[in-house]
């Protein structure tokens, strides 16, 4: 079956620009969970979805939201970009977000702020 | 809050010998660990889990354990190849606390 398909996988954009990821998961799962990774504070939990409410959030500023739509699609927004937002953003989904269930993630998508 | 702590140093090994990687995690034992493999430019992939009452688990040429007096998770992969080179993430996933990565370990199997 068809992996969890992140959107776009590079972009570019300036400082105070905006910018929303896309992310479709594998079929069935209902769990979709959203990761910054950078060289210095590695993978962090961004946010977490389920069934379309966020059942988990991460330390990030408000600056950074998702949503996740009826068919288990979600989205992530980051406003007023910043460089340091400049990471890989990974997308992963699971059957039921239980810690025994395992994650599969997208290949992420790359964002540079210039 | 709960810390999940890898090796930050890279581990060089030789073709065919026993790679081991060590994950430690601070106050509560979780209940359940993840073994991820990254590659460079891609998303992680999960290898093994193991649950809080599970001494050991194995998968093929993997093996983890859980010691929970030691608060440590061990990874080993055994008769290592070069295409085993890659970071290996350690994490704690579940219930209601945020989900947490250790920086992982990278290993290097020289031909």
């Known amino acids: 079956k068809a992996g969890v398909t992140q959107t776009p996988r590079y972009l570019i954009k300036t400082r105070g620009q905006q910018v929303t990821l896309s992310c479709s998961p594998i079929?069935?799962?209902?769990?979709v969970s959203w990761y910054q990774q950078t060289p210095g504070q590695g993978l962090q939990f961004l946010f977490e979805?389920?069934?379309?409410?966020?059942?988990n959030k991460g330390n990030f500023p408000g600056r950074f939201s998702g949503r996740q739509f009826s068919n288990s699609r979600s989205e992530m927004n980051v406003s007023t970009l910043e460089l340091g937002d400049s990471a890989l953003y990974l997308c992963?989904?699971?059957?039921?977000?239980?810690?025994?269930?395992?994650?599969?993630f997208g290949a992420g998508s790359r964002l540079t702020v210039l | 809050s709960q810390k999940i702590e890898q090796n930050s140093e890279a581990l060089n090994i030789q073709e065919g010998k026993t790679a081991t990687l060590t994950c430690n995690y601070t106050?509560?034992?979780?209940?359940?660990l993840q073994w991820y493999r990254q590659d460079p430019g891609r998303g992680p992939v999960f290898l093994l889990l193991?649950?809080?009452?599970?001494k050991e688990k194995r998968k093929e040429r993997l093996k983890v354990t859980f010691d929970t007096t030691l608060k440590q998770s061990l990874f080993h992969i055994t008769a290592s190849q070069p295409a085993d080179s890659a970071t290996y993430l350690c994490?704690?996933?579940?219930?209601?606390?945020?989900?947490?990565f250790g920086r992982g370990t990278s290993l290097i199997v020289h031909p």
């Open positions: 193991i649950r809080e009452n599970e």
């Open positions: 106050n509560y034992s979780p209940a359940y």
């Open positions: 992963a989904s699971s059957s039921s977000g239980d810690g025994a269930n395992v994650l599969t």
């Open positions: 079929s069935g799962h209902r769990s």
């Open positions: 994490a704690r996933l579940g219930g209601s606390y945020i989900p947490t």
């Open positions: 979805y389920f069934s379309e409410t966020q059942r």
